[in-house]
């Protein structure tokens, strides 16, 4: 909703920039979508090292927490 109102106030500022905001927002949004999965992953990797260290610890606490 806010990007929507930002979108307006552009629009009645400048429009022809508004127009181009509209038309190139999907592109970059498509362009992005490579370096949202490569987050995903590292996250993914950093969250399963952070398990395979803590392991031993939990088990010694007898697998609370």
């Not at 429009?15 to 995903?40: D, E, H, N, S, T």
């Amino acid at each position: 909703m806010v990007k929507f109102l930002l979108w307006l106030i552009l629009l009645v500022l400048c429009w022809p920039l508004a127009l181009l905001a509209l038309l190139l927002y999907p592109i970059v949004w498509l362009l992005l979508i490579p370096f949202r999965l490569l987050g995903i992953t590292v996250n993914a990797v950093l969250d399963l090292f952070k398990t395979i260290i803590t392991l031993p610890a939990r088990v010694l606490r007898g697998g609370r927490g």
